[in-house]
């Protein structure tokens, strides 16, 4: 499987989180990673190109900060010129069916806050309804969000470490195999699925297959 992380966060130089996660995905030697500020510093956006590097890949990896409680400016401007009619959706836009995407997101409060007793009142993948309606329109499978809640303490407490480890094992994953989207689609975020099935990345790549459709994997590291 051929997987395409794009990066969207308009200074990542500021950003331990973002900048910590991206040099997983640009180190990982099996993923094509692409900086979209970088690439588009003015938001002039190549669609044809776009459009090219969707193609070429089976799963789409979007990683970026919940701005707003939705995605900075240029990832918006990139959904709404890349994924044209006729290309991504309508009679003869068939090109992305069958792929699938995920997005990986750094929130600034607590997992509790984005609950309907938290002081946000409304859920993370609640507030992701309009993309994962995007998504689905183009015919491309909607896998649930990994997310690093209260990410400006994460390197302190020691979390951004292990969320690391599982954006690795998850990038690896999804290069060895599909995910399975109906089974994932019981858990509201990837976090729950890690937490109830955590995968052992020191398997061989040949059981990559068996590891993703296996009801018991081993996890690299304990969990709180």
Request: hydrophobic letters at 40%.
């Amino acid at each position: 499987m051929k997987v395409l992380v794009y990066l969207a966060h308009p200074r990542p130089d500021r950003s331990e989180v973002n900048a910590t996660l991206f040099r997983q995905a640009s180190n990982a030697g099996h993923v094509t990673s692409v900086d979209l500020y970088a690439t588009y510093p003015s938001m002039d956006i190549d669609i044809d190109a776009e459009q090219r590097r969707l193609v070429e890949h089976d799963v789409i990896v979007f990683q970026h900060p919940f701005y707003w409680y939705s995605c900075p400016a240029l990832l918006k401007e990139w959904i709404d010129l890349v994924l044209e009619y006729g290309f991504a959706y309508g009679p003869q836009g068939q090109a992305l069916k069958g792929k699938q995407v995920m997005h990986v997101i750094s929130c600034g409060a607590a997992r509790h806050a984005y609950t309907q007793e938290g002081y946000k009142g409304v859920t993370v993948p609640e507030l992701l309804r309009p993309f994962k309606a995007t998504w689905q329109l183009c015919q491309v499978e909607w896998l649930p969000p990994l997310v690093l809640f209260d990410a400006g303490r994460a390197e302190a407490d020691g979390r951004l470490d292990e969320h690391c480890q599982d954006y690795r094992a998850l990038l690896d994953l999804l290069h060895h195999t599909p995910l399975d989207a109906a089974q994932l689609s019981r858990h509201a975020l990837f976090n729950d699925y890690l937490s109830d099935t955590p995968f052992d990345t020191s398997h061989e790549t040949s059981s990559a297959a068996s590891l993703a459709s296996s009801p018991s994997f081993h996890s690299p590291r304990g969990r709180n």
